[in-house]
Structures are given as structure tokens and as C-alpha cells.
């Protein structure tokens, strides 16, 4: 019973967290920075999602899992402007997103199996850099343009924010694949075998599962849904350049993680959210402009998820919805 | 291993040179460019009284009161007109120090450009790599003479758009390729720390000029178009021109845009024009802070945005804008973001563009320069010519033009000697520079560059555009 | 029956210590003084400017060792190690250029600031662990980036801050052995930092903090002692560097730099101080090193479109597939590769298979 109420206690205190930043909000009249945190944050929760599934499932920080979008993005691009139609441009897309899950997880995770966890997050960033290396290569560092997959950019509007039919799709997509995902890892047989052949390997075989398929599979699937980040959040922006998927959505996406808690997946939403607003409020709110009461040198962003970061670890480690371990 | 935040192209390239002794006009005949790049120094220069720029274009008819164009103040007789060019300048700023013919040899002068191909606003390194050579094959084809028989060699390093790095391969050009002068072809913290490296080595180094500030106690540094100050009026003239009142402005936040910013500022306000809202950005803003400020500029209203910062976060602002339904014309002092590059990804959003560039765009290179196409046909090896091909003709065209009415006793000194007592250089490509001792800021003018969608291109839509 | 009861062997069933033959300490000396040679000597042969570069390899070998003190005996990993670095940088630039310091002045506010700001981070991880802790470093690492470095009272403009040779070391040479000695100092250090309770109760801690604390080691100092060495290591590298390159500049400093020094670590090998040095050393002089290849770029050249590589872009796609390579077939890094030899050279006899302790991996990212 005591186990319940600190169990909700913790859900509570997080979800406080998160009513007094949407108070502070309005209060300070910023409340436009909510809809520009969901419009935002659901990318960086999209690539974090990818995130917390390979940290749940094998206790690695993926650095590639930007890339995998990237690649993604990069055979839309070259496919599409072959002539071929767009929506199989982005499934050959996705497909080559889990190629390269495929590869990385048969090529460089599979040796590493036993190695320290340290290791794998320096391999993850080895293959990481290589696909930017590969794209910048071929594309001659220069961006390329990319077409959204749905045109209308006015479907809603919330607080003078446009939201287009695109970035509707994305929040979506997030939303649904994050209660999807939470609950396949809490319900279904092979999601909590996931789990289990992370934390106890050896039994997870002795029960007769391979822990190697599962490997597999998470890796394919994290790819799936880094793919999925790149093809439908960057199209909104009318544009890519190489590498864009690590220098501009990893690191938010690592913050989104581990402020949602690293090992739940409606959290790597929540938190991505919350590094958008807070991002947008930073930009915006006057007293960090120069001149202003709290004039921050540099990039008030910056700072502020960092110090947000800082807050939210110290009153709660295991983030806003993780589990305590 | 870079994996630097956008991957930015488009790094301004043109250096503006001065030309000597060629009118608008006459520079299109560039066939016999070889003897015409050694006639007499134009007449008409810009009056030199004042540090800023205030020039009026080389039409021949004498600027007010000043026959001579020598520094004030310096000493030795002025440049008369019509000196023939092969006497070296009697002006002595400059002295020679012990490594003042570092680069020259009687077959060779060695420039050493550095530009950032890697790092946040990467150049296409082809277009630049093959660009950087044509002047000079096309001159040493054409007219060997101008040189009194050097050929230029261009040796080129990355900066990685990273001053610290910008001061390494400075020096790594100088020391160790036997750089005779240095050019930055762009980014403004590279540039200016480059020319600070240069200053205390006594090494000319020329660059388009972006700041002011920073670089106009250097005694060395060259600034070969206008400073992003000198621009304000101008993009002032043309926001009234566009028969607005409100303007928004949005700014890189960087120290060395300070002077910009504020340049601006008092322009708008001489100008009548009123700047409804106006923000410093990040210099690598991030989507949501993009989004945040085009929500801000569409609360104010405003049908044009003054915008100084990167192509990446000009494309960023744009097309966020084109999501929101807000689609301002987007003006600046561009060099950068007025490149094809820009064009080539960054529409629809940059349908709205209108920056000042050095030089004009490629639609209308052939009625001011025809040999620049003939030049790339024949040594470009099958590629075609790109606007960064152009700016970097431009650049070197100025160049020559130096070099050539420095005369045969070329040293570092004798250089700078002749860019601070010749009236004018005018290529014909940029506007006429000038540069006395007590202003290295050369630029006079600019043209006005249109972001076409279309055509997935940038047209003229003014051409020298000059200031005052 | 007697006999079983009797004590178990005595010493002289203990294999006698090795010692090595005089040929052997003979053949030893000369690897030594090969390697002496190669460090010490062959650089003054070469242009002012490549000794820039090999002062540089210096610096970074100080930086890993630097980073192994977080990454191999704490266990934390440190995402943000540029700004260590940089910090100490910047201090060291300042003090010389706007406070009008000497160079040492410099060096040791560099060292003292690293450490302090490594203490306050030390401070942060006592309570936040494994990866969030890891996240922490390396969001402090941008903040560093885009808010420390952009106050422009202690970090000057946008084309940085210079940073001038000091007096009496200003060829290019001379500065170069000053970093080798600091190098070694460094080194020493480290090793004697080691041998010490404290140090032995570092390793312990990484091991297994509970079972550290039941032994009565005090989790809390050690781990903070730890980052102070580390921080006092990093701003000690980043003063040498920015006087090496004459002028520091906040763009340096970014996250890829941090993601450089991570990877030269655990590339040179985790605990492993000549696997660290070669580690460091090798990352600072890869371009140099592609430079240097004869014909490097004339292959390039020949390589048609649209496949054609520059030098940056090769240097860009070579880097990581070493990695890749170097981690999947030696996950201990180029350290255990090297330990047979460096055992040798220590006196202790050739041991091919000898891969170093076995290491036992019970608390390592998970939060």
C-alpha cells in the first residue's frame, strides 16, 4: 500500500513539476511557448523515443540514433528526386533506416555485447560520424531541399501558431507510438522479455528466448522510429543539411529522455515537450534579453535547459515519469 | 570529424580588389585586359577627408577638391593623376620589413585564401577549388605582361569556420606556403582574427568586409567591399524604396555584428522608418527559437525583416515563416545569403530575398565581364561557372589590378603603399574601391541581389548601388 | 597424516620475482632510448609549425589522462570535457593578455579554475549517476560553449581571445618540450595519485561503491577528490593550448571536441597511461598524419565523380571507420594492445597474452 501512494507520489510530484511550468507560463504571459514546445518537442520526443527503447533494452546511449534518421532522410531525398512517387520514397526511406539499425546492431553491438557500456556509446558515435561523413560526401556539405509530404501549413491554428498538416502527423505519430510502446513493454510477452533479456540475460536464454533476435529486433525497431523522427519532422522545415539529425535533434532528444525518465517512453514526449517550451520561453521571454533583469550572455536556451535539467535530476533522478530504480 | 551544428554553406567569398584605371565601361573590353589593366590611374577617386565611405562613382569628372589622393598628413608628394604605372608610389606608409618580398620571386606571387569548407557554414569546396585558379590562367594566357611575367599561385586552407583555427592556417600559409598576402573569404570572427595575425606580421590581408569595428585600427587590413554598417543606409533607401514604415530586425548575436546592429538602428531612425520589433538571434538558432521570433515579427506586423545572420538560420526563419503564414521581404547585406546555394534549398522561403552583394549575379556578368564565361569555358574543365566562381574572379581580377600598379618591385610594402595612394580600382565587376591611409575601408557600392524561386536562382535586380 | 596438517607452503613455493637478464635491461635501454629519440629528438628537425602540431599531440595526451580520471577509475562519464578544457584556456588567455599575468600566473589559474569548476560539477554527480549524469556533462559542455565563453569581458569578441607564447619559450621547440614536461609531470602524478589510499580507493569505488563503503572508504571525497584532479589536469591542457595556437576562441570548444576527447580515451585505453598518451597523441596528429602520407592526395584526385573525395572529407570518413575498426577488435583500446611491450619496458617479462586485469563491470552506465 505505502509502495502504491509513493509510487503515485512520484507521479504526482512530476506531474506538479509540469503544472507549475505551464502556471509560470501564463503568468509571465509566454503561454505561446506551450504550443511551440509541442510543436517543437515532438521531434526531439520522436527521436527519443528510439532512445529509451535501446536504453531499456540494452543500457546503451545510441549516438546514432540520429542517423538513422538522416539516412532515412537522405534516400527520400535521392529517391524522390529520381521521380519516384513520395510515399514510396519514404518507406524505401524507413527501409534504409533499418538497414543501417540492422548493420550497426549485427556489425559494431554484437561484438561489444560484454563490452562497457562506454564503449558502445563511443561505437554508436563512431557509426554516427561515419554517416556524416558518408552524407557529406555525397552531398558536398551543401543542404538539399525536401519537400513536405502534406502541403496545407494552415490546417490549425492555437494561439496565432500555425500548425501544418505535416507536423499534426508527427505529433501524432508521437503520441501514439509512445502509448503503443508503453504499453507493449508493459503487456505484451515480447516486449517484457525485451526488458527481461536486458536485466537478466542468462535467464532470459535459459527460458529459451534469444537474447540475440531481441537485440536485433530493438535495434531495427529504434531504427524504424528514428527513421520516422527524420521523414516527417525535418520535410516541415522545407530543407536538410548533412548531419542535421545529430546537430539539431540528438542532443534535445537526450535531454527529452532523460527528463521524462530514461526508461519511460510517454516520458521521452513529455520531456520533449518541456526542452521545446523551454527553449521557445528562453528565446522569447524579455528579462533574458540583453538589457533585461537576468540578461544571460550568449544563448539564453542554452542555459535554461541546462539549469531545467540540473532541477528536475536533483528534486527527481530518475526524471519526471521514470521509474526509481 | 566535424559534426558541427548546421552544416551552413555559402561563406562570402568576394574579396573585393581595387582595380586601377579602369571605368565601368571599359573594363567589359577585357580581351585586351593586359594592356589595359596597366593605363594610367583613374582621374576621379573618391574624396579621402572623411574615415567613412561616402564615394561617388568614376563618371570622370574630378570629385570636389582633390586633385590628389594621397593620405593626408603623410608626407611625400601625392599621386598625381595620369602617373604612369610602372613608377611606384611615392606615398611611404610603408615600410619594408625584413620579409617584405616573403611570396614574390621573379616567376611567382603566392596568395594564401582561407575560407571555411568544413565546419558551420561550409563553402562547396569544387566550386571554390576551381574558381580560385581561372583569373589567374586566363591572365597568364591573355596577358602575361601584367605581371611583368609572375604567375600567381592561390594556396588555400580550410578554417573551418573557427577562428582559432583562421589564425592557425594564417599562419601555416605564411610560414610554411611563403604567402606574399592573405585574403579571408569570409566569416567575420575568422576574418578578424586572421587580420590580427596579419597586422603584427605586417602581411596585407584583404577580405569583403562584413565588421567594422574590430578592424579599423589595423594598419594592414584591407576591407574590399562595403562593412555591413556601410550598408544600413543603403538597405534604408531600399525599404523605403519598398514604401514601408515598420521594419523588423533581426541580428546574429555575435559581438562583432554589434556595430552593425547599431548602424542600423540610428539609420532607421535618420531614415524616419520605425523597427517594430528587433531581436539578437542565436547564430545557430534552433527550430523553436526560429519559430519563436517569426511569431514574434508576425505579432509586429512588419512587410520587411532587416535580417544580418547566416544563410542556414535566414533559410530556417524563412520558410518557418512560410508555415506561418508570414512571408516578409527579406532584406540584408547579403554576400552569403545571396549565393545559389541559397536558392538551390531554401525556397519557397527565400522567394522574399534581397540582399546586397558585392558582386552582381551571373544573369547579368555578361555585359560587365564576357571573358569571365570564356575564361571558365576554357579552364574550368567542363564545369560550369557558378556564382562562387564569380565572386572569386571578381576578387581576383581586383587583385591583379593591384598587384599590376604596384608595379615590377612588388614587396608587401610597396603593395600597401599603392592600395592607400591609388585613387581608384575598379574592375568593373564591383564598385570602384578606394582606399586612403586613414580608411582601409574600400568598398563604395553594391548591387541588389533578388532571391527568384523559380529559377531556383538570385537575379540583379540593382546594380551599383553606391553609397551617399 | 603429520603432513597434512602441517602449514601450507612456505615463500620459497612463491615464484621468485622476475628479473630481467642484463641483455635484457640492455635491450630494454635502447627501446627506451629509441623512444627517447623519436619524442625528443627527431621533432627538432622539422618545421617551426609541426611542432605546433606534436605540442598539440602533448596537450591532448595530458587531456586524456585527464579524462581517464572520470572515465576509467570513477567511472562517470564526462560528455563535457571541452569545456574543462576550455575553461582553463580562456583563464590562462585572459590572465596573460587583459590582466597582464605571466605565462605561469596563467597555467596555474587555468589549473585552479578547472579544478574548482570540476569540484562543483563532482558535487552534481554525487547525487546524479551513470548516464544522466553523463547527459549533465554534456549539456554543461554547451552551456559552456554558448553562455560561458560569449562573456565578453573574460572571453573578448568574436575573434577570440590571443593568447602569447611566454617568455623564454617562444620558438616553437622550446614550448614543445615545455608541454612534454608538463606531460610528464602530469603522468607522474597520476601514477602516484594511484599508489595512494585514495587513489586505490577510487578503483575500489568503481568496482562496487557499496562494498567501497563498507571497507570505510569515504565514497564521497574520493569521488570528488577525483574530479578535481581531473579538472586541474584539463585546465592545465587547455592553457597549453591556447598558447601553443596563440589565440582561443569559443568555437573550439564545442561538443565534437568533447565527443574527440572521449573517443581518443577509450581508443588509447581506459586506465592504461601509454595507451592514453598514443591515444591522445595519435588524435591530435591524425590530419597531420593524412597530410603526411605521400600521394594521399593525388589518389583522391583519381577517384572519379561523383565519389570524389577531398582531403577534409577523406580525413572525415577515415576517422571513424579507424574507430569502428579499433573498438570492435580491441574493445580495451590500443593500451591492452600495447601492454605485452609496455610490461616489457617496465621490467616485467614479455607476456603475449598478457591482457591486464580482468575488469569487473557491475555499476557502469545505467542510471
Not at chain 1, 501544418?164 to 507510438?177: C, F, K
Not at chain 2, 594564417?170 to 611563403?178: I, Y
Not at chain 2, 580600382?425 to 553594391?446: E, M, V
Not at chain 3, 573578448?156 to 617562444?170: R, T, W, Y
Request: aromatic fraction near 8%.
Amino acid at each position: 500500500m505505502l509502495a502504491l501512494v509513493r509510487q503515485r507520489a512520484g507521479l504526482a510530484t512530476g506531474i506538479g513539476i509540469v503544472a507549475a511550468l505551464v502556471i509560470a507560463l501564463f503568468v509571465a504571459g509566454e503561454e505561446r511557448a506551450l504550443v511551440i514546445g509541442v510543436y517543437t518537442g515532438s521531434a526531439y520526443g520522436l527521436v527519443a523515443l528510439g532512445l529509451v527503447l535501446i536504453y531499456k533494452s540494452s543500457g546503451v546511449f545510441n549516438f546514432a540514433a540520429g542517423e538513422f534518421g538522416g539516412v532515412a532522410l537522405c534516400t527520400l531525398y535521392l529517391l524522390h528526386s529520381e521521380g519516384i512517387p513520395y510515399g514510396f520514397a519514404v518507406v524505401g526511406g524507413l527501409v534504409a533506416a533499418m538497414v543501417l539499425g540492422l548493420l550497426t546492431e549485427q556489425i559494431v553491438v554484437r561484438p561489444l555485447f560484454e563490452a562497457p557500456r562506454v564503449t558502445l556509446l563511443v561505437a554508436t558515435a563512431g557509426v554516427a560520424l561515419l554517416a556524416i561523413a558518408i552524407q557529406i560526401w555525397f552531398f558536398d556539405s551543401q543542404g538539399r531541399p525536401i519537400a513536405k509530404a502534406f502541403p496545407t501549413t494552415d490546417r490549425v491554428t492555437v494561439l496565432s501558431v500555425q500548425i501544418s498538416d505535416q507536423r499534426l502527423w508527427l505529433i501524432g505519430t508521437v503520441l501514439v507510438l509512445a502509448v503503443v510502446l508503453g504499453l507493449f513493454f508493459t503487456r505484451t510477452n515480447l516486449g517484457l522479455a525485451i526488458i527481461g533479456a536486458s536485466q537478466e540475460p542468462t535467464a532470459t536464454e535459459l527460458v529459451g528466448i534469444s537474447v540475440r533476435r531481441l537485440s536485433t529486433f530493438t535495434w531495427v525497431l529504434a531504427a524504424l522510429l528514428g527513421g520516422l523522427a527524420a521523414v516527417i519532422a525535418i520535410p516541415d522545415g522545407g530543407s536538410f543539411t548533412p548531419g542535421v539529425m545529430t546537430s539539431g535533434y540528438l542532443i534535445p532528444a537526450f535531454t527529452a529522455a532523460v527528463l521524462g525518465g530514461m526508461t519511460s517512453l510517454p516520458g521521452a514526449f513529455v520531456g520533449g515537450v518541456l526542452v521545446g517550451i523551454v527553449q521557445s520561453f528562453a528565446t522569447n521571454a524579455s528579462i533574458f534579453q540583453d538589457g533585461g533583469a537576468l540578461d544571460i550572455p550568449g544563448t539564453p536556451s542554452t542555459l535554461l535547459v541546462f539549469i531545467v535539467l540540473l532541477v528536475v535530476l536533483v528534486i527527481r533522478p530518475q526524471g519526471l515519469l521514470g521509474r526509481s530504480s | 570529424m566535424t559534426l558541427r551544428r548546421p552544416l551552413l554553406l555559402l561563406v562570402a567569398l568576394t574579396l573585393v580588389a581595387a582595380a586601377c584605371g579602369q571605368k565601368a565601361g571599359v573594363a567589359g573590353t577585357g580581351g585586351e585586359g593586359g594592356g589595359d589593366a596597366t593605363a594610367p590611374v583613374v582621374t576621379a577617386g573618391p574624396p579621402v577627408t572623411a574615415p567613412s565611405v561616402g564615394t561617388t562613382p568614376p563618371d570622370g569628372s574630378t570629385p570636389p577638391g582633390t586633385g590628389s589622393t594621397a593620405p593626408t598628413g603623410s608626407g611625400p608628394a601625392s599621386t598625381e593623376p595620369q602617373v604612369p604605372a610602372t613608377t611606384a608610389p611615392p606615398a611611404a606608409v610603408y615600410e619594408p620589413g625584413d620579409d617584405d618580398t616573403v611570396g614574390v620571386t621573379d616567376d611567382e606571387i603566392v596568395i594564401g585564401i582561407h575560407a571555411p569548407v568544413t565546419g558551420a557554414s561550409p563553402i562547396p569546396q569544387t566550386s571554390f577549388d576551381i574558381g580560385k585558379d581561372i583569373y589567374w590562367q586566363f591572365l597568364a594566357e591573355n596577358a602575361p605582361d601584367q605581371l611583368f611575367g609572375r604567375a600567381v599561385r592561390v594556396v588555400f586552407h580550410d578554417d573551418e569556420f573557427n577562428p582559432q583555427r583562421a589564425v592557425q592556417v594564417c599562419r601555416e600559409m605564411v610560414e610554411e606556403d611563403g604567402a606574399f598576402l592573405l585574403v579571408g573569404a569570409g566569416g567575420a570572427d575568422q576574418i578578424t582574427a586572421c587580420a590580427q595575425y596579419a597586422d603584427e606580421q605586417g602581411i596585407p590581408y584583404l577580405s569583403a568586409c562584413v565588421n567594422q569595428e574590430d578592424l579599423a585600427d589595423l594598419s594592414t587590413y584591407f576591407a574590399t567591399s562595403l562593412t555591413y554598417a556601410e550598408q544600413a543606409p543603403l538597405m534604408l533607401d531600399q525599404v523605403a524604396e519598398l514604401g514601408v514604415t515598420e521594419i523588423g530586425l533581426v541580428v546574429s548575436d555575435t559581438p562583432s555584428f554589434n556595430d552593425a546592429f547599431e548602424a542600423i538602428r540610428a539609420a532607421a531612425e535618420e531614415a524616419g522608418i520605425t523597427i517594430a520589433y528587433d531581436t539578437r538571434i542565436n547564430k545557430t538558432a534552433a527550430e523553436a527559437e526560429q519559430l519563436s521570433v517569426v511569431q514574434e515579427l508576425k505579432d509586429a506586423g512588419v512587410e520587411v525583416v532587416i535580417l544580418l545572420s547566416s544563410p542556414l538560420v535566414f533559410i530556417g526563419l524563412a520558410n518557418q515563416g512560410v508555415n506561418q503564414g508570414f512571408t516578409p521581404t527579406w532584406l540584408g547585406p547579403g554576400v552569403t545569403s545571396g549565393l545559389n546555394a541559397v536558392t538551390n534549398f531554401g525556397c519557397p522561403g527565400v522567394d522574399t530575398g534581397l540582399f546586397f552583394n558585392p558582386t552582381p549575379q551571373l544573369d547579368v556578368i555578361d555585359e560587365l565581364d564576357p571573358d569571365f564565361r570564356a575564361a571558365y569555358e576554357q579552364f574550368g574543365g567542363g564545369d560550369p561557372a557558378d556564382d562562387i566562381g564569380l565572386g572569386l574572379w571578381a576578387l581576383n581580377k581586383a587583385l591583379g589590378l593591384m598587384l599590376a600598379q604596384t608595379g615590377e618591385e612588388l614587396g608587401r610594402a610597396a603593395f600597401m603603399n599603392t592600395l592607400v595612394s591609388t585613387a581608384g580600382f575598379d574592375n568593373g565587376i564591383y564598385s570602384p574601391l578606394g582606399f586612403t591611409a586613414d580608411d582601409h575601408f574600400g568598398g563604395t557600392g553594391a548591387h541588389l541581389l533578388d532571391a527568384n524561386c523559380e529559377q531556383k536562382m538570385y537575379t540583379t535586380a540593382a546594380q551599383f548601388v553606391e553609397v551617399g | 597424516m603429520t603432513e597434512l596438517l602441517t602449514r601450507p607452503a612456505a615463500a620459497q613455493d612463491r615464484p621468485a620475482r622476475f628479473r630481467p637478464s642484463a641483455a635484457g635491461w640492455l635491450l630494454r635501454l635502447v627501446v627506451w632510448a629509441a623512444i627517447a629519440y623519436l619524442v625528443l629528438i627527431v621533432p627538432l628537425g622539422r618545421p617551426a609549425l609541426e611542432l605546433q602540431d606534436f605540442a598539440r599531440a602533448a596537450c591532448y595526451a595530458i587531456v586524456a589522462i585527464s579524462l581517464n580520471v572520470l572515465l576509467g577509475y570513477v567511472g562517470q562519464i564526462s560528455l563535457g570535457h571541452a569545456a574543462f578544457v576550455g575553461i582553463g584556456a580562456f583563464m590562462s588567455a585572459y590572465m596573460v593578455t587583459v590582466q597582464g599575468q605571466a605565462f605561469w600566473i596563467g597555467v596555474l589559474a587555468a589549473a585552479a579554475i578547472g579544478g574548482a569548476q570540476a569540484l562543483v560539477l563532482g558535487g552534481v554527480s554525487l547525487r546524479i549517476r551513470g548516464l544522466y549524469f553523463a547527459l549533465v556533462t554534456l549539456s554543461y559542455g554547451l552551456v559552456a560553449g554558448d553562455n560561458i565563453f560569449q562573456i565578453e569581458s573574460f572571453t573578448g569578441g568574436g575573434a577570440g581571445q590571443q593568447a602569447p607564447k611566454p617568455q623564454g619559450f617562444e620558438s616553437e621547440w622550446r614550448y614543445y618540450y615545455l608541454c612534454l614536461a608538463f606531460l610528464a609531470i602530469v603522468l607522474y602524478v597520476d601514477w602516484r595519485m594511484m599508489r595512494t589510499k585514495s587513489g586505490r580507493a577510487l578503483l575500489a569505488l568503481r568496482e562496487n561503491p557499496r562494498v567501497a563503503s563498507t571497507f570505510g572508504i569515504n565514497v564521497r571525497m574520493a569521488t570528488l577528490f577525483a574530479f578535481v584532479v581531473s579538472g586541474v589536469f584539463a585546465g592545465l591542457a587547455g592553457a597549453l593550448l591556447a598558447h601553443n595556437d596563440l589565440s582561443v576562441s569559443a568555437t573550439t570548444w564545442n561538443f565534437n571536441l568533447s565527443l574527440v576527447f572521449v573517443i581518443m580515451t577509450v581508443v588509447g585505453g581506459l586506465r592504461s597511461r601509454p595507451g592514453l598518451v598514443i591515444g591522445g597523441a595519435f588524435f591530435a596528429l591524425t590530419p597531420y598524419i593524412i597530410e603526411k602520407i605521400p600521394g594521399f592526395d593525388d589518389l583522391l584526385v583519381k577517384i572519379p565523380a561523383p565519389f570524389d573525395l577531398t582531403p577534409e572529407t577523406a580525413r572525415l570518413v577515415i576517422g571513424p571507420l579507424l574507430l569502428l575498426i579499433t573498438l570492435i577488435q580491441f574493445p580495451g583500446g590500443i593500451g591492452q594492445q600495447i601492454r605485452p611491450i609496455t610490461r616489457w619496458l617496465a621490467g616485467h617479462r614479455f607476456d603475449i597474452h598478457d591482457k591486464g586485469p580482468k575488469e569487473v563491470q557491475i555499476t557502469d552506465v545505467r542510471a
